[in-house]
């Protein structure tokens, strides 16, 4: 669009059965006791556009990177590009000092919204952005603000985030655990305990992990990275299987229970 690449994103109305879905997932984190992972209402059409509006707007206020709404229609938002996924970073980085790199830009850009007082949502790696050295956000269809407190929806960030990098660290948990380690801190001291308490009541799946195949030994090193580094869990068994956020974790947590 006059020169530079530009996203039409489409909303639809929400399916039936990610209702239901995330109705039983959420079920199962009110049992757990795990209020960060709790789903929020996926909204359809008209509603979740202007969400996203409203998301984009609050989030560029306190200095994220995020996408320039170029157009609008009823059920549309024509956005800018902000620059490939850290998804596809990772899958292409050279070795593990660029992984480390990477990794360690996304987490000091969580920090910094963080300390202003935002939050993501679906901070998965294939929703963060990376371009010319600066991290973006992107996708923000749903607002956990709607059925948790600010401490929740920072923490659940983390969880999130964590999913989606834990696989590249397979064989370096300590690495992973030191940034997590050094940066939740500099959030503050009520995200940290309960990203903690969150991490100490999901401990149990780190015990099972390992006999569900290479996706599932991700959350192994995500446990043992963020009970190591100051807490989480629940995260790289979703990493390749996520699709679309709540809805997959609540078949993948099925499969396991």
Known sequence: MAGRTAWLKSY????????????AWNAIVDGLD??????????????????ELRRIGELREAGVLVP????????TLLLGDIGPSLSRRLKNAADPRQVDTLVHAAVAAIVAAHRRGAYFG???????TVSDGRIGFIDFEED???????????????????????RHYEKRVDVLAGMIEQALPRVGEEVTREVQRVAGRLDFL??????????????????????????????????????????????????ML
């Not at 320039?68 to 059920?75: A, K, N, T, Y």
């Open 12 to 23: 639809g109305a929400p399916e039936r059965s990610r209702r239901v879905a995330a109705r």
């Open 34 to 51: 795990v209020g960060p992972l709790r789903s929020p209402p996926r909204l359809g059409r008209e509603d979740a556009k202007q969400l």
């Open 68 to 75: 320039e709404v170029l157009g609008e229609g009823r059920d």
């Open 122 to 128: 679906q901070a998965f790696a294939r929703n963060i």
């Open 144 to 166: 956990p603000l709607q059925i948790m407190p600010l401490r929740d929806a920072q923490a659940r960030d983390w969880l999130m985030f964590t999913a989606g990098v834990s």
């Open 206 to 255: 780190h015990r099972y992990s390992r006999f569900f195949g290479r996706s599932a030994r991700a959350l192994g090193v995500a446990v043992a990275s963020l009970r190591s580094g100051a807490g989480l869990v629940l995260l790289g068994l979703m990493v390749d299987l996520l699709s679309d956020g709540d809805f997959d974790i609540y078949r993948i947590m099925m499969s």
